[in-house]
């Protein structure tokens, strides 16, 4: 049982990447998901989150340039990232959250995509 990140990278400012958030061993559709960045050393921030109803909010920061979705039928959620800056340089993980999601599955972490822009 994991969430699992991948499309991380190195890109140059302006550039796009969309990550992926998926659930391995468990099916997350009743899960809502969030997605958090953190740069070493610093606070984690929480940067987008869609509701087991489709719901969706964004940060300020990450707001008309980053869009979150999912598809239940493949348990996963992305986040499409686009024109990014260098101060979105982080490392993004994903999480399980909300009041249907099973307490088996709550609060479940995935282990992190690195995302660079330089």
């Known amino acids: 049982v994991q969430l699992v990140e991948s499309g991380g990278g190195l890109v140059q400012p302006g550039e796009s990447l969309s990550l992926s958030c998926t659930a391995v061993?468990?099916?997350?559709?009743?899960?809502?998901i969030e997605w958090y960045r953190q740069v070493t050393g610093m606070q984690r921030e929480w940067v987008s989150s869609i509701r087991r109803s489709g719901t969706i909010y964004h940060a300020d920061s990450v707001k008309g340039r980053f869009t979150i979705s999912r598809d239940k039928a493949r348990d996963t959620v992305y986040l499409q990232m686009n024109n990014l800056k260098p101060e979105d340089t982080a490392m993004y993980s994903c999480?399980?959250?909300?009041?249907?999601?099973?307490?088996?599955?709550?609060?479940?972490w995935g282990q992190g995509t690195q995302v660079t822009v330089s």
């Open positions: 999480k399980t959250a909300g009041p249907y999601c099973s307490n088996r599955y709550l609060d479940l």
């Open positions: 061993g468990f099916t997350s559709k009743n899960c809502d």
